[in-house]
Every structure is written in C-alpha cells, then in structure tokens.
C-alpha cells in the first residue's frame, strides 16, 4: 500500500493521525503552489488551510483515478479563486496620486470664474 493510499483509507477509516500524515505528505507542496497562486503567503496558508479541511471532510469523494496531490491542489486552484474574488481593490499609496490625477477633471480657472 502506497503512502497516499494509506493516507486516504485512514481518512475515510478516521484514524486519528491521518490528517497530519496528510499535512506532513502534501502541505509543502501545497503551500509553494498557494503562494504563487495568491502572491502573498498568508493568503497562501488560509488557501492551504482550508483545502485540506475540505479534503478531509470530503474525502470520500477522492476515487483515486488522480494522484492525492493532483485532487488536493484542483480544491486548492478553487479556494485560491474564492479567496482572490473576495479581496477588495486596493491603490498603492504611491500609485494613488497618479490615479487621483486621472479621475480628477481638468478645470480651468475660466471655467472656475463662470461658477
């Protein structure tokens, strides 16, 4: 029996250390792929964090036709998009004058005066 089987069979069986078997096989590797996905480690750990919760809470949705890894970073890639959509846009404090300027409307004094 492979690692990753034994892992799974222990999810599915509850084992009480499955889950860090798990961790200690694929967290790594996961978090790396996190962080390049996110551009910033701690949305990188919540990624990672929350996808292995899942995966243990789903997994006996896992038929093996993949690797672990290949299921584990498919839940990864959608806790990444969750976690990216719900970022709110943010200005680089030294980007914001130059947008402050763009938004700004060009008035002239002329048009200032006829107010």
Known sequence: MTDDT?????????????????????GRRLLRSAVLLCGNEPDAQDAVQETLITAVKVIARFRGSSALYTWLHGILINVVRHIVRGRKPTIALDEAPEQADSRTPDIRRSQLSAL
């Not at 799974?8 to 509850?14: H, K």
């Open 6 to 26: 034994a892992i799974v069979e222990g999810l599915r069986q509850n084992e009480p250390d499955a889950a860090r078997r798990l961790v200690d096989a694929h």
